[in-house]
């Protein structure tokens, strides 16, 4: 099981940080990346990064200037940070794990979500 | 707008058969990255449908199927049910921009 946890409300211009707590199975397997993706209210799915328990990361473009993503083996957790957040970040974020299918890989497993809303 | 292209909208009756298409370019679908698709539920965390093109994860319907050719993905949904309806989106990497992507996602109506 996957849970995120983290504050539900940012001030804009700060940064939005949340953790996933993966339970149930050990982070540090090669055999997956762990990801985070997000809704904003009334849009799509938007993938947003992954990270290995090694530490490989793969970032969406245009947000990995304002990424910092990191796991905590020990906990057997991963976070994201999102600096300069606007109104635009508001989202519900959902932690995954990204998995390998016959060729590529594919979220398999997924939190519940959790609703980040960026307001003064 | 998304890089991959899905209809904002698919309906039909109970028990009819739908598709929804995903359509990419030749650096993503068509440069061979599989095509994933997934259900969401308003309130729900999204679920795995298909995975690698044509593969059902186990306890998925054998109602829900998928295909790829050239540049484009299509989940079909046959003998449509009331709990289908659902938001739908397809999902594969692209090698421009290294990135996995969703498409904009289609909204299934059940009439």
């Known amino acids: 099981q996957l849970q995120e946890s983290g504050p539900g409300l940012v001030q804009p211009s700060e940064t939005l940080s949340l953790t996933c707590t993966v339970s149930g199975g050990s982070i540090s397997s090669n055999d997956f990346c762990w990801t985070w993706v997000r809704q904003p209210p009334g849009k799509g799915l938007e993938w947003i990064t992954c990270?290995?328990?090694?530490?490989?990361?793969f970032y969406k473009p245009s947000l990995k200037s304002r990424l910092t993503v990191s796991v905590d083996t020990s906990k057997n957790q991963f976070s994201l940070k999102l600096s300069s957040v606007t109104a635009a970040d508001t989202a519900v974020y959902y932690c995954?794990?990204?998995?390998?299918?016959?060729?590529?890989?594919?979220?398999?497993?997924w939190g519940q979500g959790i609703l980040v809303t960026v307001s003064s | 707008q998304s890089v991959l292209t899905q209809p904002p909208s698919v309906s039909g009756a109970p028990g009819q058969r739908v598709t929804i298409s995903c359509t990419g370019s030749?650096?993503?679908?068509?440069?061979?990255?599989?095509v994933h698709w997934y259900q969401h539920l308003p309130g729900t965390a999204p679920k795995v449908l298909i995975y690698?093109?044509?593969n059902r994860p186990s306890g998925v319907p054998d109602r829900f199927s998928g295909s790829k050719s050239g540049t484009s993905g299509s989940l079909a949904i046959s003998g449509l049910q009331p709990e289908d309806e659902a938001d739908y989106y397809c999902q594969s990497y692209d090698s421009s921009l290294k990135s996995a992507m969703f498409g904009g996602g289609t909204k299934v109506t059940v009439l």
């Open positions: 995954a794990r990204r998995t390998r299918g016959s060729r590529d890989y594919y979220e398999d497993l």
């Open positions: 690698g093109n044509t």
């Open positions: 030749s650096s993503n679908i068509g440069a061979g990255y599989d």
């Open positions: 990270i290995t328990y090694s530490g490989y990361t």
